[in-house]
């Protein structure tokens, strides 16, 4: 069975610019969450979808955002970049939400 | 709410000297425990969770850990290191039926021929 994968696999924004990363769960997974690692602040919760909806977000401004589609893959959104969203960001998918979730290999976003 | 702290930022060992990474954590509920390790330039893969069942848990590549709830403690150990677990690992809890996992700082093995 294939693993969680997300593309972009690294991206270069300037500051002011928006992006948006998307996650493929594995398949049969319907629940899908994100995360920031930093060298700084380690790794923090962003949100998690299940069946299309947000059941709950991090904390985190509202420039981060995200979606759920009805196959379960997953976008996030980030508005107005700032230098300090330089980041590996995580997705990780499970069955239903409170299962052992599985990580994808990560979007490595530079913002200049 | 739910936390993770891992005790020491680095640790080295010897190939094939034991490997003890040292995991406490908070929670207001029953958790669930996971350790995960991360290669680099790549995602988290589980090593092995705790949910509630057996307290010394079995993962992959001969790593175990042992559920303490007297000492909120959940520590990964390996009898005998080998080169490949060089690594960072991170030991996290969460609270079901929440997805939002707390993550330790993460430790960095290195290990020495």
């Known amino acids: 069975k294939a693993g969680v994968t997300q593309t972009p696999r690294y991206l270069i924004k300037t500051r002011g610019q928006q992006v948006t990363l998307s996650c493929s769960p594995i398949?049969?997974?319907?629940?899908v969450s994100w995360y920031q690692q930093t060298p700084g602040q380690g790794l923090q919760f962003l949100f998690e979808?299940?069946?299309?909806?947000?059941?709950n977000k991090g904390n985190f401004p509202g420039r981060f955002s995200g979606r759920q589609f009805s196959n379960s893959r997953s976008e996030m959104n980030v508005s107005t970049l700032e230098l300090g969203d330089s980041a590996l960001y995580l997705c990780?998918?499970?069955?239903?939400?409170?299962?052992?979730?599985?990580f994808g290999p990560g979007t490595r976003l530079l913002v200049l | 709410a739910q936390s993770v702290t891992q005790l020491g930022s680095h640790v080295s060992v010897s190939e094939g000297a034991l490997v003890l990474l040292r995991c406490n954590y908070s929670s207001s509920v029953p958790p669930y425990l996971f350790w995960y390790v991360q290669y680099p330039n790549q995602g988290l893969q589980l090593l092995l969770k705790y949910t509630s069942a057996a307290t010394l848990v079995k993962g992959i590549n001969g790593f175990e850990a042992e559920f303490k709830k007297s000492e909120t403690s959940f520590h990964l150990t390996k009898p005998s290191a080998h080169m490949s677990d060089a690594a960072e690992y991170f030991c996290?809890?969460?609270?079901?039926?929440?997805?939002?996992?707390?993550f330790g700082a993460g430790t960095r093995l290195t290990v020495k021929p």
């Open positions: 996290a809890v969460s609270e079901p039926p929440s997805n939002d996992m707390r």
């Open positions: 398949s049969g997974h319907r629940s």
């Open positions: 979808y299940f069946s299309e909806t947000q059941r």
């Open positions: 990780a998918s499970n069955l239903n939400p409170g299962a052992t979730q599985y």
